[in-house]
């Protein structure tokens, strides 16, 4: 029988008991996979490991705060783990160490995208310039027109599910006093501009890779039905 959401993560994690960014990087290395919101595994994700001071909050006057959405440039730039939209279309970190197994797997269940797709045309572009910000982007793809913001960004949920784009850092708006402001923009690139050629070809086969992507999702969310174990894994 199914394990509920609430039951699937019991054994993983006490609910708030990060304070700080860098005990946040100690935690994705040391789980190796970690949504950054709810993903539908109570307990698996940094908003529910961090501090209740640290999610999201209205203030009074209208404003708001979330210093866990603040730190993610920082621990992408601190610890060299990866970023994108890897489960179900929602945003997770991936730790440097189980990089290469997500990319090895991942990519083998999806081909390189066909020469005329849009999804080439954002690789080839991502691949002459190194990064660029998400609205950039889609400029140089020539996605300006009505509708194309969303079909856009359907192209890139679908690139990074498939480990071929990653996010760099965030990038963000800054008021006449240089205070920064707003949701802040994603810096995106390619895996190999990021980490390197060899990071994303470990010396497995991608059968091998979910193998071992399987066995540490076992570990960290032991309750959890093996369907959604694999379903998880890709």
Not at 26 to 37: A, C, K, R, W
Not at 193 to 200: D, N, W
């Amino acid at each position: 029988m199914d394990t509920g959401p609430e039951e699937a993560n019991a054994k993983t994690m006490s609910e708030g008991f990060i304070h700080t960014a860098s005990a946040l990087i100690d935690y994705i290395n040391d789980v190796g996979f970690l949504p950054l919101l709810n993903v539908g595994v109570a307990g698996w994700s940094a908003d529910e490991a961090v501090d209740e001071e640290c999610r999201y909050a209205m203030r009074p006057d209208g404003s708001w705060e979330w210093p866990l959405w603040e730190w993610k440039g920082e621990i992408l730039r601190e610890s060299g783990c990866a970023y994108g939209k890897f489960f179900g279309g929602k945003a997770a970190f991936v730790s440097r160490a189980w990089w290469p197994d997500m990319c090895n797997y991942r990519r083998s269940r999806a081909p390189l995208p066909a020469e005329d797709s849009i999804e080439r045309a954002i690789l080839d572009t991502l691949k002459a310039e190194g990064s660029m910000v998400s609205r950039e982007l889609r400029a140089a793809c020539g996605m300006t027109g009505r509708g194309m913001r969303s079909r856009f960004d359907s192209c890139i949920t679908r690139l990074q599910a498939q480990c071929r784009i990653v996010t760099e850092d965030f990038v963000y708006a800054h008021d006449s006093r240089g205070h920064r402001y707003g949701w802040g923009l994603a810096l995106l690139t390619t895996p190999e501009a990021l980490f390197g050629v060899e990071a994303c070809r470990p010396d497995r086969t991608p059968d091998e890779s979910r193998e071992r992507i399987i066995r540490q999702l076992r570990h960290i969310l032991p309750a959890l039905p093996e369907q959604r174990i694999a379903r998880l894994a890709g």
